[in-house]
Structures are given as structure tokens and as C-alpha cells.
């Protein structure tokens, strides 16, 4: 595997230098300063490129080049925004980047209720809590047939929450589901959005009447158009997985499950449309058997996120240590030097630790913590590649 690291770019206070010297081989990242649905001009794409490689590290995949939320829902202006994505592809390919993620999710990119949950180690993660989601959704969208989404026992919950949170509480959960997680990625809504309830708001409508199957009609119109251009430019496409797998705030989600994954491979069954394998995100939905995952659709993976989770029983879910928990890395490490070691890959959301939580970092991207994730996988990778007999050559 290639060793990749998420860098935010020249404001990124975790710097290039930094990142040679902990052995990381390829940058994963994005113009984020480009609006949401503008073109990647192939100078901007090169002024990256360049300062990347001034540091002695090339830029190895795009994540993300986001698809416009009218592209998803299949408004208006989304024959011309496909353009402006295809140009962009055409430039990346242009400039010699040969992976581009992106996501097929609707709204809401990942969710997470707490952003630095205490572990008993002192350590902190990211965490799920499915009652702080569903108050989230009854109490403060106030969606319409919310209460559907969730059992008796678990509206009762609600209610007992519902009693006892603080104003600070609330700010503080609207906070890190809608804005927190949101900003730094490219997303819907910014810090410093004045009223991002209601803007949360709107966008949910805007998915009014599109169910899984229209949804999986507009990704398949997507990438009808968007493949050729990946052919000719030489660019491997690779959509991240739903994260959580699961169905939220009444909105279809369509990469989900071994059945979503093979429905939208055969949708346009080409090499260039495949798979980031996150296996955090996968891991965090029960239905998932992560390693047979991995075997199933190694041929068509473009780019691997190492991270695990576990799921409890009621529901929530934890960011596990990357060498434990659902998304089983060891065996994920095998089965993918087995099948291409040349494929990127990048530890993702790191732990929060000794110090990484004073710094300011965009939730889940601490130094350390990722550090030490990425560590702990470099010396799994060596193992497997003696195991396999892979030598350095192979992997240029
Ligand atoms: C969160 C990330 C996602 C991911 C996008 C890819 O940490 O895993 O935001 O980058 O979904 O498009």
C-alpha cells in the first residue's frame, strides 16, 4: 500500500516536513478554497501539485471533489454542473492525479453526536449516540414522522433527554452534527452559518419525494456521464461509502451494503468506477462483513481509509483502536497487498492524545493520534509484505 495522509492544505498547521518524516509516502487533498460545484482549473490544481512536490511527496489522491447536492437530487442546473465536474476531472487527469473520491450522500456528509468521547485509557474518539441523534431529529429539526425512525423505548429516551438538556447541550450537538463535521470538508453548511437549523432545514427538503430508487437513478445518470471522461483522462473514481451505513433523517443513503456496492459497480461497469474502502464506515453498520468486503471488491477499490468501529448494542457506535474492533485492518491489509500493493491508503480519524486535543484540529485529524494509527499499520503492512514476499519493487 501507498502510505497517504489527509492534509488540509498550506493552512494545515500539520505541515509536509512533518509528514515525511513520519514516513508517509502520498498527500490526500482537495482545493479547499474552490466553492462547492466550480471548476479545478488544471493552474490551480498545478500551484498544489507543485508546492506538494517542493517537499518531496506527490499529491496521490483528490478527496473530495464534491458533487453538487443538485446533482443528487437531480435539480435544474445539474446537466451543467456535471460539465464543470467533468472538467475538473479532466484537468486533474491532466495534471497526472489518477484518484479522485468523492461521495454520493445526501445533505449530510459523515455523522457523529460527540466529537472527543472519553475512552478509559484518558484518550478520547469520535462517537455515535443514537438517543443524542434522535432528540436531534424530533426535538430540534422537529422533522415530520421523525418518531417513525425509532422504537418506543428509544422515544422514551428522547424524552427523558429531551427533560433534562441544557441550552449549552443543545447548541453544542447542533454544533458538531451540522457544523463541526461539516465545514472543514467542502460541505453544506460553514462555521459561522447564522441560523444553520434552518438552513439544515432546506437542503432536507430539497429531497422531498426522492427515494433510494431516484437516488440511485441520479448516481447512475452521474456517473453515465462522468466515466468516459475518467477513461480518456486516466482517473480512478472511487465513491466513499455512507457514513453511517445507515438510513437518516428520512434521506435515502445508497452505499451502504454489499447490495449497494455491487448495484452501482454494474450501474456503469467500467474499472474506473469503484470503491473507497472505508472500512470505518462500513464497519459501523452490523449488516457489513468488513473483510468479505474486502475480497469481494478489491478489484474495483481505488483508495483504502484504514479505521474501525464498534457497534454496542443499543445502537451507538465508537471509534475503535484501528487494530481492533469490526473493521478487522489486519485482514484487510492481507487481502489488499495480495491484491494491488501499489493501492493508496490513509489511516483515518485518529484518536485524540497526549496533547493533540489543545490544538485545534479538524475532528477525527490529530497528529498524534493518526500517527500513532499509522504506525501501528506500517508495521502490520511490513509484516504482510514479508509474509507475502512482497519486495520494494513491486510497490513503485
Ligand atoms: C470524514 C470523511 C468524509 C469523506 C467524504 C468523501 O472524515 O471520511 O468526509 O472525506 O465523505 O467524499
Same mark, same amino acid.
Given at each position: 500500500?501507498?502510505?497517504?495522509?489527509?492534509?488540509?492544505?498550506?493552512?494545515?498547521?500539520?505541515?509536509?516536513?512533518?509528514?515525511r518524516?513520519?514516513?508517509?509516502?502520498?498527500?490526500?487533498?482537495?482545493?479547499?478554497?474552490?466553492?462547492?460545484?466550480?471548476?479545478?482549473?488544471?493552474?490551480?490544481?498545478?500551484?498544489?501539485?507543485?508546492?506538494?512536490?517542493?517537499?518531496?511527496?506527490?499529491?496521490?489522491? &483528490? /478527496? @473530495? +471533489?464534491?458533487?453538487?447536492?443538485?446533482?443528487?437530487?437531480?435539480? #435544474?442546473?445539474? =446537466?451543467?454542473? *456535471?460539465? !464543470?465536474?467533468?472538467?475538473?476531472?479532466?484537468?486533474?487527469?491532466?495534471?497526472?492525479?489518477?484518484?479522485?473520491?468523492?461521495n454520493?450522500?445526501?445533505?449530510?456528509?459523515?455523522?457523529?453526536?460527540?466529537?472527543?468521547?472519553?475512552?478509559?485509557?484518558?484518550?478520547?474518539?469520535?462517537?455515535?449516540?443514537?438517543?443524542?441523534?434522535?432528540?436531534?431529529?424530533?426535538?430540534?429539526?422537529?422533522?415530520?414522522?421523525?418518531?417513525?425512525?425509532?422504537?418506543?423505548?428509544?422515544?422514551?429516551? &428522547? /424524552? @427523558? +433527554?429531551?427533560?433534562?438538556i441544557?441550552?449549552?447541550?443543545?447548541? #453544542?450537538?447542533? =454544533?458538531?452534527? *451540522?457544523? !463541526?463535521?461539516?465545514?472543514?470538508?467542502?460541505?453544506?453548511?460553514?462555521?459561522?452559518?447564522?441560523?444553520?437549523?434552518?438552513?439544515?432545514?432546506?437542503?432536507?427538503?430539497?429531497y422531498?419525494?426522492?427515494?433510494?430508487?431516484?437516488?440511485?437513478?441520479?448516481?447512475?445518470?452521474?456517473?453515465?456521464?462522468?466515466?468516459?471522461?475518467?477513461?480518456?483522462?486516466?482517473?480512478?473514481l472511487?465513491?466513499?461509502?455512507?457514513?453511517?451505513?445507515?438510513q437518516?433523517?428520512?434521506?435515502p443513503?445508497?452505499?451502504?451494503s454489499?447490495?449497494?456496492?455491487?448495484?452501482?459497480?454494474?450501474?456503469?461497469?467500467?474499472?474506473?468506477?469503484?470503491?473507497?474502502?472505508?472500512?470505518?464506515?462500513?464497519?459501523?453498520?452490523?449488516?457489513?462483513?468488513?473483510?468479505?468486503l474486502?475480497?469481494?471488491?478489491?478489484?474495483?477499490?481505488?483508495?483504502?481509509?484504514?479505521?474501525?468501529?464498534?457497534?454496542?448494542?443499543?445502537?451507538?457506535?465508537?471509534?475503535?483502536?484501528?487494530?481492533?474492533?469490526?473493521?478487522?485492518?489486519?485482514?484487510?491489509?492481507?487481502i489488499?497487498?495480495?491484491?494491488?500493493?501499489?493501492?493508496?491508503?490513509?489511516?483515518?480519524?485518529?484518536?485524540?492524545?497526549?496533547?493533540?486535543?489543545?490544538?485545534?484540529?479538524?475532528?477525527?485529524?490529530?497528529?498524534l493520534?493518526?500517527?500513532?494509527?499509522?504506525?501501528?499499520?506500517?508495521?502490520?503492512?511490513?509484516?504482510?509484505?514479508?509474509?507475502?514476499?512482497?519486495?520494494?519493487?513491486?510497490?513503485?
Amino acid at each position: 500500500m501507498e502510505k497517504t495522509w489527509r492534509w488540509f492544505g498550506k493552512k494545515d498547521q500539520i505541515t509536509l516536513p512533518m509528514l515525511r518524516q513520519i514516513g508517509v509516502e502520498g498527500i490526500v487533498t482537495a482545493l479547499h478554497d474552490i466553492p462547492n460545484g466550480e471548476i479545478w482549473t488544471l493552474e490551480a490544481i498545478n500551484n498544489l501539485k507543485w508546492y506538494i512536490e517542493e517537499a518531496g511527496l506527490h499529491w496521490s489522491v &483528490v /478527496e @473530495s +471533489l464534491p458533487v453538487s447536492e443538485s446533482i443528487k437530487y437531480g435539480g #435544474a442546473d445539474r =446537466d451543467e454542473l *456535471i460539465e !464543470k465536474y467533468k472538467t475538473s476531472i479532466a484537468n486533474l487527469g491532466q495534471a497526472g492525479i489518477r484518484t479522485v473520491c468523492y461521495n454520493f450522500m445526501p445533505v449530510i456528509d459523515w455523522v457523529r453526536t460527540d466529537l472527543s468521547y472519553p475512552s478509559p485509557d484518558g484518550t478520547t474518539s469520535l462517537y455515535f449516540d443514537k438517543i443524542k441523534f434522535a432528540y436531534f431529529d424530533c426535538h430540534i429539526l422537529e422533522r415530520k414522522g421523525a418518531e417513525k425512525a425509532y422504537t418506543a423505548e428509544e422515544l422514551e429516551k &428522547v /424524552e @427523558s +433527554l429531551a427533560a433534562m438538556i441544557t441550552e449549552a447541550e443543545k447548541e #453544542a450537538l447542533i =454544533d458538531t452534527i *451540522i457544523v !463541526k463535521t461539516q465545514g472543514f470538508i467542502n460541505g453544506n453548511i460553514k462555521e459561522g452559518e447564522l441560523n444553520p437549523v434552518e438552513k439544515f432545514k432546506q437542503l432536507l427538503a430539497l429531497y422531498d419525494g426522492i427515494d433510494r430508487d431516484q437516488l440511485r437513478q441520479n448516481m447512475k445518470y452521474f456517473l453515465e456521464q462522468v466515466i468516459p471522461d475518467c477513461e480518456k483522462y486516466n482517473v480512478n473514481l472511487c465513491v466513499h461509502p455512507d457514513d453511517p451505513p445507515f438510513q437518516l433523517l428520512g434521506l435515502p443513503r445508497i452505499v451502504t451494503s454489499d447490495e449497494d456496492i455491487e448495484w452501482f459497480l454494474k450501474a456503469v461497469d467500467h474499472p474506473r468506477n469503484g470503491l473507497t474502502f472505508c472500512a470505518g464506515s462500513l464497519s459501523a453498520g452490523i449488516h457489513n462483513d468488513v473483510p468479505a468486503l474486502a475480497e469481494k471488491y478489491a478489484s474495483r477499490t481505488h483508495f483504502i481509509h484504514m479505521r474501525s468501529t464498534n457497534v454496542l448494542s443499543n445502537g451507538n457506535f465508537i471509534e475503535a483502536p484501528h487494530l481492533k474492533g469490526r473493521g478487522h485492518l489486519i485482514d484487510l491489509v492481507r487481502i489488499f497487498e495480495k491484491a494491488n500493493p501499489s493501492l493508496p491508503m490513509r489511516v483515518d480519524h485518529g484518536r485524540l492524545m497526549l496533547g493533540d486535543e489543545n490544538k485545534g484540529y479538524n475532528p477525527g485529524y490529530s497528529f498524534l493520534g493518526r500517527m500513532y494509527a499509522l504506525a501501528q499499520l506500517d508495521g502490520v503492512i511490513a509484516t504482510v509484505d514479508e509474509e507475502l514476499m512482497i519486495n520494494a519493487d513491486l510497490k513503485e
